[in-house]
C-alpha cells in the first residue's frame, strides 16, 4: 500500500497540496463521468482492473455533481484532510472499496507523473503569492466591500472536475481545486486562478458580494440582469487585478482569462464591464452605479433602430460555486477558453 506522501506548502492564507487520495479520487471521477484515457503503463490484468474501479465508481457517482452534492464534497474534504496510507473514516464503503481497489494501481502507473506535475505547479505558484497575494486579496476586498477569505486551501491535482477547477466555501474559508496541467491555470494564470477561486466564498448570484446588487440594479429599473452577470464581474476583477499587479512586476502583456469568453459564456458584456466597472476599479464610478449601468446596458435593444442590435444571450457559465453543506467543512469551477 502506499505510503501517502502529502507534498504541502503554507503561504499566508493559503495552503497549497498534492495529495495521493485526492488526485485519485478527482481522477476517477472525471474518467467515469467525462471520459479519460486510463493511466499508461498497466499491465493487460491491471487495465481490466482499473476499468472496472472506473465503473464502479460511475455507480457510485451517478449522475451526480461534486458541486452540489453533500456526500461528494464531504469525501472531498476528508481526502484532502487525511495525510495517512488509509483511507480516513467515514467514506462511504462503495467509494471506498473503488479508491482502495485502485491506488495501488495508481501508485504504479499514474501518481508518480501526477505528483510531479502538481508540485512544479505549486513551485511556479508559491513566489507569485508570497510576491503579490496580500497586494490582492486587499484589492479584491475593497472591490466587493468584504474580507477575501483568510483560510484557503487548494488541492493541486491532475484533473479537477468537468472544467479544470472548482471551489466550495462561503466567507472566511474556501476549498478549492485546480488541474495542474490545464494551460489557462499554468505559469501567471496560477495567481489568476488562486485569486479567482477564492473569491466564490464571498460573491455569488444571491445572497454574497455583487449578486444582491444586481438584484436591485434590476428590481430599481424594472429589467432582468443577465443570470450570470455576477459571474462575469467576478471573472473581470480578479483578470484585472492580477493584470495590473503582474504589470507592476514588469509583466506587460498578460491577458486575463475573460479576454477570451466575450463570445462565449459573456457574450455582449465586453463594452459595459471593460467601461463601467473598469472605471470602478479605476476609483471613479461608484459600485452600485457601475452595476446599475452595467444591467441598463446589457438590456436588449428593440429590433430595427438604427446604431442598436438585440443582445446575443449569454451562454452557460463555466464555473461554479456552492456554498458548503453546513459550516462542518467549507470548502467552483472554471474553464479558461485559452
Given at each position: ?41 498497466l ?81 511556479v ?16 476586498a ?11 486551501r ?21 476549498h ?7 494551460p ?14 477564492p ?31 455576477w ?108
Amino acid at each position: 500500500m502506499l505510503l501517502a506522501i502529502v507534498f504541502a506548502v503554507e503561504i499566508g492564507r493559503y495552503h497549497l497540496q498534492s495529495n495521493p487520495w485526492v488526485n485519485l479520487h478527482q481522477r476517477l471521477m472525471y474518467e467515469a463521468q467525462f471520459g479519460a484515457p486510463a493511466p499508461a503503463g498497466l499491465s493487460a490484468d491491471q487495465l481490466a482492473r482499473w476499468k472496472k474501479a472506473v465503473d464502479d465508481y460511475r455507480v457510485f457517482l451517478r449522475r451526480r455533481n461534486a458541486l452540489f452534492d453533500a456526500e461528494l464534497v464531504r469525501i472531498n474534504t476528508a481526502l484532502s484532510a487525511t495525510s495517512k496510507a488509509e483511507l480516513p473514516e467515514g467514506i462511504p464503503p462503495p467509494a471506498a472499496t473503488v479508491l482502495n481497489a485502485a491506488m495501488p494501481l495508481y501508485r504504479v502507473a499514474q501518481w508518480e507523473e501526477d505528483d510531479r506535475a502538481n508540485r512544479f505547479w505549486i513551485a511556479v505558484a508559491q513566489p507569485l503569492i508570497l510576491s503579490a497575494g496580500e497586494e490582492l486579496a486587499a484589492a479584491h476586498a475593497k472591490a466587493y466591500g468584504m474580507p477575501f477569505p483568510t483560510h484557503i486551501r487548494v488541492d493541486v491535482a491532475s484533473f479537477a472536475g468537468e472544467f479544470g477547477a472548482y471551489t466550495v466555501g462561503e466567507g472566511d474559508s474556501a476549498h478549492a481545486v485546480i488541474m495542474s496541467t490545464n494551460p489557462g491555470t499554468q505559469g501567471f494564470g496560477a495567481l489568476e486562478s488562486l485569486m479567482h477561486e477564492p473569491s466564490h466564498a464571498i460573491v455569488d448570484g444571491a445572497t454574497a458580494a455583487i449578486g444582491p446588487d444586481i438584484t436591485r440594479a434590476a428590481r430599481e429599473l424594472n429589467v432582468k440582469a443577465p443570470y450570470n452577470l455576477w459571474h462575469a464581474i467576478l471573472f473581470y476583477t480578479s483578470g484585472e487585478l492580477t493584470r495590473r499587479a503582474l504589470a507592476r512586476r514588469g509583466v506587460a502583456d498578460y491577458k486575463p482569462f475573460i479576454s477570451s469568453m466575450y463570445e462565449g459564456p459573456f457574450r455582449g458584456m465586453k463594452q459595459p464591464l471593460e467601461t463601467h466597472w473598469q472605471a470602478y476599479l479605476d476609483g471613479k464610478e461608484t459600485r452600485e452605479g457601475a452595476i446599475r449601468a452595467i444591467v441598463s446596458a446589457l438590456q436588449p435593444r428593440p429590433a430595427g433602430r438604427a446604431g442598436h442590435a438585440r443582445v446575443r444571450p449569454a451562454a452557460a457559465v463555466t464555473c461554479i460555486t456552492v456554498p458548503a453543506p453546513p459550516r462542518a467543512y467549507r470548502e467552483r469551477g472554471f474553464q479558461t477558453t485559452r
